[in-house]
């Protein structure tokens, strides 16, 4: 049988006698569950990478998490130490927009970026898209991760317990009845525990101790109603506490918090997801809705001397319709709506030593927004997707755009509208050879100012503040080598304005006591190369090999100036590859190479005449950079086939060039 060792075994079946024997056959490779069959899906997208979890399993340094593959893609930045940070194409953070089926993700990672807060087992696949995306996605100006959760097994019960120094896990999943399947999943870490007991069996006195913690949970029920009609329920939660205690430290007061010797960050969230997917009998119209409920909190606190916390329910509402018009043409309508009610509280001494508490209360924040999308392929070897989207912000207080903003214009009066903004997409790929295929993508975007609520507080910041606006531009080449091995090769330039940015001096009005601590007129640019060969998944090898060259600058608006960002990366190479071996086992190896991020040199310092203090004295912004960083992870993979189970063991080597220093900028 394809896939499986030869069998041969001899049974003596005595006369007059039923013998019945069961034969277990062994398949000639166990590294995936499902046989792999390749073929090319049809690529639509011009910055669009998929990672399937039979790759994520076998990268190097991610513990087999799949949302962390992300990190090996071209165009994202080493994330600091500490952080599950996404930072794409030299962007903040909050920038990007995460989801799951769909619905917007309120974490991402659990704390320090160690895992995802989604079990990679219950995953299908992880798309990202760095710039360019199609209308689908709203709110965001930077890039798009959508992870794909995957529906129960229905051919019979699985299980699977994850073991590591980390944390540990279970899944289990199978049919109850021919139409319905569950799937369930909890998660707990361990390295609060492992911590605390080496400090508590060893010599050491340490000035601090450290309390980290964190589980989820996933339940996922899909039911069958008929061939065309499928429906799902999924249930998903976590919490993060992460602390650190330091007895010696007298706090602040009491009257903010009565831990004033630690440092507390702690958040939990619930979600739930009701998914339904339809199909017309002849297959033309396809509708899919999904609809979200989350509730989200968190708190942090700093020795007595601040604390913050934050409770917020979001309503999450997605509908794409969409009907195939003929073989080269395909229309999609989508509604995507999301209400997010936030309660906040913010406690810190004044300067004068008065305790200032500052609370809001259903806080409404939101984005309604509406979309369409067309293919036309008149042409075999063209492909047209024009696509428009508007997005109105329920919470800004402004005029917003009433044509699309592809730049800020200055000479036609463009601030007519409401507080929203409309979107325009345009993206075309043309195979021009046999295996080569140009590709162009260019299209606006807006987001609610960021931070969220910050911005437009009425005490901190301009409750009229506009959108924050964005233009994607990106030129592409794609090759298919061979079956297996491509090549991607994508320029990009993205620009921004109504940027929001903290107040200069220079931008503080002296006559008027009542100032703002944010100024949303923030300019900023984008632009790079991005290269990516990639070897597919086969029996012998896969991996990729990615560059990106890349810079990001904000303008100053009081030296009129283009200074470079504190995200921006020059250089970024990554190797990722794995090898399977003999005996169902694997190795593979992920090297890194990053130009270290800039920073502000520190020239001098400043004493007070009285000798009650010392204050740095700053060189040019950003004028310096930080050290080159490399890496080098490694991964031993080995497997246990039994009769029914399997048992496997690996060791995954993150950063073993610990001591391995490079002098020189690349």
Known sequence: ?????????????????ETTVRYYIRRVSYSDYEIVVYYKVEKKEVSRRRITLTEVKHVPGLGGDAVKVVQ???????????????????ASIWDSQFYLDGMLLPHLYHFGGLKSVYNADALESVDFYPGGFNTRYGNGIAG???????????????????????????????????????????????IGDILRAVVNNSEMD??????????????????TVSKNNHVYCTLFGGRD????????????????????????????????????????????????LRYSLTFNNGRQSAFGFYLSGYHAVCNHLRNQLSRQLNGKSR??????????????????????????RDTSDNWTFGDVGAYINFEWRQVDRLLVMPGFRYDYYPELQYQGSIITDFWDYKSFNNRRGISGEPALHLTVRYEFAEKHTAKFSAGTYSQTPKPMGQVIHETWGDPAMAATKAAHYVFGHEWQITDLFSS????????????PRYAEPEDLDLSNTDQKLWVGDGKGRMYGLEIMLRHDKSERFFGWFAYSISRAERYNPISRAWELYGEDETHNMQLVGSWPLQR???????????????TTPVIGCIEDENGNYIEPEYGPKNSERLAPFFQLDLRVHKKFVFRKWMFSVYLDLVNTNYFFVVSDQL
């Open 1 to 17: 049988m394809p896939g499986y060792e030869d069998f041969n075994e001899r049974e003596y079946i005595p006369r007059n006698e």
């Open 72 to 90: 090996a893609m071209p165009g994202v930045a080493r994330p600091l130490f500490g952080s599950g940070s996404i930072v794409v194409r030299g």
């Open 144 to 190: 798009a991760i959508e992870i794909t959760g995957r529906g129960p097994k229905t051919d019979r019960w699985h299980g699977t317990v994850d073991l590591s120094v980390m944390d540990g896990s279970f899944l289990v999943e199978g049919p109850v009845t021919e139409k319905l399947s569950i799937m369930g999943s909890a998660r707990r870490s361990f």
């Open 206 to 223: 340490l000035p601090f101790t450290i309390t980290p913690f964190y589980w989820d949970y996933l339940l996922r029920g899909d039911y």
């Open 241 to 288: 506490s992460l602390t650190f205690i330091f007895p010696s430290i007298t706090g602040g007061s009491t009257e903010i918090t009565d831990a004033t010797d630690q440092l507390g960050i702690r958040q939990t969230f619930h979600m739930g997801i009701l998914g339904w997917d339809w199909k017309g009998n002849d297959d033309a119209w396809e509708n899919a």
């Open 331 to 356: 229309i999609a309508f989508g509604l995507d709506m999301d209400v997010l009610t936030y309660d906040m509280i913010l406690i810190i001494p004044a300067e004068d030593g008065v305790i200032q």
């Open 488 to 499: 991607d090769v994508q320029f990009y330039i993205n620009r921004r304005w109504d940027i």
């Open 584 to 598: 169902d086992c694997d190795i593979g190896l992920r090297a890194r190479y990053v130009t270290g991020k800039p």
